[in-house]
Structure formats: structure tokens, C-alpha cells
């Protein structure tokens, strides 16, 4: 090594630690970040634009969904964007969340789905009980669910409902996930 390109050696392992913590969002610009992108309603956030925060982000998302001072359109969003963080934490969290008896139908309805796109078919367990909910849009939510964990379990489970669905747009919801889910598993 030449005597000149040691100390711009020495220089540069000194300066990456530091332009690393640099490029890192500081916990309050990621939950600001965070924030914005729950709040936006011209603009839908990709996976992309939560993960590239890091597991911060997930911390944030975590705290919103379960903080009942949020305006319930803020929660579900929170609930919503969780299953980009296919994790314990988002599980126990959507988990700890339908287990409240009040919770607001549009975050009910917005956890069943995030399940669904989390975990697969780990979730259809969860997701099933759902089809039997009192309230239509929680009962087509779960129905959507059921379409994206897609197999035929969950094409069974659906057919069940199907034949004791008395409202209209639940049952075209489900006639749709199951022509969904069989017409994908014709072109596989």
C-alpha cells in the first residue's frame, strides 16, 4: 500500500459509518413520513414507499393502528399497510385488534384483508369466522380475503357461505372470488 492511500483508507472507514447514519431517517422524519402516507387520499402508498422507511415505519403503523384517538380511516390505513411487514408483530397485531369487540367495521374489514395478503393461506383460519360476521361489508371483506388466499379450501369455504348468503353484494362478491380462484387455477 502506498504511503498516500493509507490515510484516504483510514478517511473512508472512518466517514461510511457516518454517511450511513446519515442516509437512516430519524425516528421522528419516519414517523412523519409515515404519517403523510396514511393521510394521503390522491395517492394510494406502495409496499415500497413503508419499507424503504424500515422496521420504524412498522413501529409506527403498529402504534396508529391500535392509538383509538385516530380517526378510524387513519387506523385501517395503519391496519392496511401492516401486511407489507409480514411479521410476529403484525400478527399479534391485527390478532389483538379483531379481538375488540367495538372495533370500527372499516378496521375490521381492513384487518381480515391485510391477514390475507400477509400470511396466505396461514391466515385462512383466521379469515373464515369472518364469512359468519352480522355486518355485510365485514362478511365481503372476508369473501375478498378468501379470493386472494385463493386454493380450494378456501373455494370450499366460500361455496359453504354461498348457499346461506342472504345479501346481494356479499353473494356477488363470492360468486366472483370463486369464479377468481378457479379461473386461476385452470391457467396454472
Known amino acids: 500500500m502506498h504511503a498516500r492511500t493509507a490515510p ?3 478517511l473512508c472507514l472512518l466517514a461510511a459509518p457516518l ?5 437512516q431517517p430519524t425516528n421522528d422524519t419516519v414517523k412523519d413520513r409515515v404519517m403523510a ?17 424500515g422496521s420504524g415505519a412498522q413501529d409506527v403503523l403498529v402504534s396508529v393502528a391500535k392509538d383509538e384517538a385516530q380517526a378510524p380511516f387513519v387506523r385501517g390505513r395503519a391496519v392496511w399497510a401492516l401486511q407489507y411487514f409480514p411479521n410476529d408483530a403484525t400478527r399479534t397485531t391485527i390478532a389483538a385488534l379483531l379481538a375488540c369487540d367495538d372495533l370500527d367495521e372499516s378496521i375490521v374489514e381492513r384487518a381480515v384483508q391485510a391477514l390475507a395478503f400477509a400470511f396466505g393461506q396461514e391466515a385462512l383460519a383466521n379469515v373464515r369466522g369472518y364469512l359468519d360476521d352480522g355486518r355485510a361489508d365485514v362478511r365481503e371483506a372476508a369473501a375478498r380475503a378468501l379470493g386472494t388466499i385463493g386454493g380450494d379450501e378456501a373455494v370450499r369455504i366460500l361455496r359453504r357461505r354461498l348457499d346461506r348468503e342472504g345479501n346481494g353484494a356479499v353473494r ?8 377468481r380462484v378457479e379461473g386461476a387455477g385452470v391457467s396454472d
Open 19 to 23: 454517511a450511513a447514519r446519515a442516509q
Open 8 to 10: 484516504l483508507l483510514v
Open 172 to 179: 356477488s362478491a363470492i360468486e366472483e372470488e370463486i369464479r
Open 37 to 53: 402516507l396514511l393521510a394521503a387520499f390522491e395517492h394510494v402508498p406502495s409496499a415500497e414507499e413503508f419499507t424503504s422507511l
